[in-house]
């Protein structure tokens, strides 16, 4: 069974970062992809950045362009989103997501990210 386990969620004040790790129990080459969704109450979850691993293509939801950036850390097995400049609009639970090359998907727990004004 596979884990995502993410970390780093907090509070902070607008304007500042935060950085959110995912780890993962198995080696991230073992999936098709990895992101980070958000969710706030009564909203759906929103697709914030993914990263395809065959390539290295990044995407980004509009709204976290130039402040947000997605990597990875394959000797650890860890997937990371830096976010900068955050906003309170951002305040949301941060997922973890992966899926592997059969579609299968992966979440992790959820972690609190609360951006004060």
């Known amino acids: 069974q596979v884990q995502l386990v993410e970390s780093g969620g907090g509070l902070v004040q607008a304007g500042g970062s935060l950085r959110l790790s995912c780890a993962a129990s198995?080696?991230?080459?073992?999936?098709?992809?990895m992101g980070w969704y958000r969710q706030t109450p009564g909203k759906q979850r929103e697709l914030v950045a993914s990263?395809?691993?065959?390539?290295?293509?990044?995407n980004y939801v509009d709204s976290v362009k130039g402040r947000f950036t997605i990597s990875r850390d394959n000797t650890k097995n860890t997937l990371y989103l830096q976010m900068n400049s955050l906003k309170p609009e951002d305040t949301a639970v941060y997922y973890c997501?992966?899926?592997?090359?059969?579609?299968?998907?992966?979440w992790g727990q959820g972690t609190q990210v609360t951006v004060s004004s």
């Open positions: 997501w992966a899926s592997n090359y059969w579609g299968i998907n992966y």
């Open positions: 198995r080696s991230t080459f073992s999936f098709n992809v």
């Open positions: 990263l395809i691993f065959n390539g290295g293509e990044t």
